[in-house]
């Protein structure tokens, strides 16, 4: 009994964030349907877990850099999601041969954008969140320059249908997405790769001297972002019918909002998949709703930067109280204290 109850319990912990979300999840469905005064919408929901999953990839991307642990952050991603559709559009110009070439293209810049993050990180000391800040400068630069010289606004038939294409009402984003939650999920903790990850981002040293090549999986880790970003950037592109300068910009905070509600710590070495996409639903959800109230674009930012607080505030308050916890373990002065 008491390893079930303590197996529960570690459930919780490392759940319970994203749990929280899913409930809200509920509720924020309920209120739609009421302030809408059309009921329970199966649709409603399907479409905004649509709009949430292009939010849910690049989430993803976000979670793996975060999970590095130090406090690294990817501000990169709004600039590769942008470039992504630049170069996805710019190659394909409408035709559906060039669809694998500019698609190569497209990870082969994030290849490169990741690994001169890791670069960056890694061997000259420059916290990730400055290094990747001047690299989403230089992307955004570079994507202005070669803009001009790209037809942007004409979408390939099956690209197009990949982004918007429906299965029984269901959109084929949705499984997309929830297939790539479940395989990130599957490389965290089934591979060599991930272990070290979680080990990386839990104590760097510790992991160095367990073994782990943290070099390496810091680098793997910065191009999986940065090539998940820019595919991101083309599938938005798709949905959009065209590329525009600044399209990712919104994905910024937003990518940072949905791992933070589904559960991935800030500090690193825990990361959750599933909790990534309830997170970003989560999130659209409570637009939608502010939305239905009248609320401005100012008011949704004020309650999205509330929440993420308030998330913080509730998962440091636990981190204390493990940390409290340790310490009183086999403490008498703690056994006097709670008697």
């Known amino acids: ?12 912990q490392r759940n319970g964030s994203w749990l929280f979300a899913a409930a809200g999840c509920i509720v924020l469905w309920v209120l739609m349907g009421t302030c809408s005064g059309n009921g329970l919408s199966l649709k409603s929901l399907i479409d905004n877990a649509y709009t949430a999953s292009f939010l849910a990839i690049a989430g993803l991307a976000q979670m793996l ?16 999601i942008t470039l992504g559709a630049y170069v996805s559009m710019g190659l394909c110009n409408g035709q ?33 969140i400055i290094a990747t800040m001047a690299m989403n400068y230089l992307i955004v630069t570079v994507t202005m320059l070669i803009g001009h010289n790209f037809n942007v606004f004409t979408v390939p038939s099956i690209l197009k249908n990949i982004a918007t294409f429906r299965v029984a009402g269901v ?24 272990k070290g990850l ?7 040293e510790a992991a160095r001297l367990a073994g782990v090549d943290v070099g390496k999986t810091q680098i793997l880790t910065y191009v999986f972002a940065a090539v998940l970003a820019g595919l991101c950037g ?106």
């Open 198 to 204: 979680l080990a990386t981002g839990q104590n760097l």
């Open 96 to 128: 559906n041969s060039m669809i694998l070439p500019a698609l190569l293209a497209v990870v082969a810049s994030g290849v490169l954008v990741g690994f001169l993050n890791s670069m960056m990180v890694i061997h000259l000391k420059i916290p990730a």
């Open 234 to 339: 083309a599938l938005i592109s798709a949905r959009v019918t065209g590329a525009y300068l600044g399209m990712g910009n919104s994905y910024q905070m937003d990518s940072i909002a949905c791992i933070v509600v589904g559960g991935t710590l800030m500090s690193g070495g825990r990361a959750n998949a599933a909790g990534t996409l309830v997170g970003s639903l989560f999130l659209y959800l409570i637009i939608s709703c502010m939305q239905l109230m009248g609320a401005n674009a100012g008011m949704q930012s004020m309650v999205k930067g509330a929440l993420i607080i308030a998330v913080l505030l509730i998962g440091a308050a636990e981190n204390s109280g493990k940390n409290l916890r340790k310490k009183c373990e086999g403490s008498t002065a703690c056994e006097i204290k709670t008697s």
């Open 171 to 194: 959109p084929v984003m949705i499984l997309l997405v929830a297939l790539l939650a479940l395989a990130i999920h599957f490389l965290l903790t089934s591979t060599t790769y991930g």
């Open 65 to 80: 850099v975060v999970t590095t642990g130090r406090g690294a952050i990817d501000l990169s991603i709004p600039g590769m």
């Open 1 to 12: 009994m008491k390893k079930k109850n303590a197996s529960l319990q570690e459930f919780t």
